[in-house]
DNA sequence: CATTCATATGAAACACAATTCATATAATAA
DNA sequence: TTATTATATGAATTGTGTTTCATATGAATG
């Protein structure tokens, strides 16, 4: 496997930004404008980052009248977010983090 | 659960140095100078990634001599993989690392 | 078809992670 | 107890992802 899509992959769980998106929309769907609001981050920071989510097909879109509607690519992510803090919560309980 | 130890734990995911190593030892355990030698890459760039990706128990160590071998955690680290693999051939077959 | 609301986009600035290079430490053997 | 091999570490540099800001696009509505 090529390392590029695979490492950007990953890079998509890894700064604060995305992960509030990823879990944001993990029980519900919501347009980018929500998200925006939910998370009290600018418009553009969460559209860039919707952006990237999307193209590796984390996120789906849907458009509905003037909004787009996203939400989690649960078959494949939620398996791999539970995975994820299985082996943090076992393992990193204090400061694997510095 | 708090992003840090979180993303964190996905950031040693994230680049191809680490990406490299952890596939090196999927299969079998090596020490700090086999893995330089075998990816044919410098010693303190080995070490520095080798730090991280066991500080969050990605990886294991053992002293042996004066050798250090390094192991992967299969446990967790395997089924991610696997997981991210399949995603990744599903959804991210050209293109999604632009 | 002009206006408004929702979202996307490009480029510059910024932040942070990765690498490099020189050096230190740690374990062993002579 | 010095020399040698193996690995780690700190600081400066480099590289790359992220955010910001200004602006553009796109859909709907009067």
Same mark, same amino acid.
């Given at each position: 496997?090529?390392?590029?899509?695979?490492?950007? @992959? @990953? /890079?998509?769980?890894?700064?604060?930004? %995305? @992960?509030?998106?990823? #879990?944001?929309?993990?029980?519900?769907?919501?347009?980018?404008?929500?998200?925006? %609001?939910?998370?009290?981050?600018?418009?553009? !920071?969460?559209? #860039?980052?919707?952006? !990237?989510?999307?193209?590796? #097909?984390?996120?789906? /879109?849907?458009?509905?009248?003037?909004?787009?509607?996203?939400?989690?690519?649960?078959?494949?992510?939620?398996?791999?977010?539970?995975?994820?803090?299985? #082996? /943090?919560?076992?393992?990193?309980?204090?400061?694997?983090?510095?």
């Amino acid at each position: 496997m090529k390392h590029n899509s695979y490492n950007n @992959f @990953f /890079v998509n769980f890894s700064n604060k930004t %995305k @992960f509030d998106i990823i #879990h944001t929309l993990r029980d519900k769907s919501l347009s980018a404008g929500d998200i925006a %609001k939910e998370l009290d981050e600018e418009q553009s !920071k969460i559209s #860039h980052n919707l952006q !990237k989510l999307t193209k590796c #097909h984390i996120l789906d /879109v849907e458009q509905q009248g003037k909004q787009r509607i996203y939400c989690l690519n649960k078959e494949t992510i939620i398996p791999i977010l539970e995975l994820a803090e299985k #082996h /943090v919560k076992k393992y990193c309980v204090k400061r694997c983090d510095i």
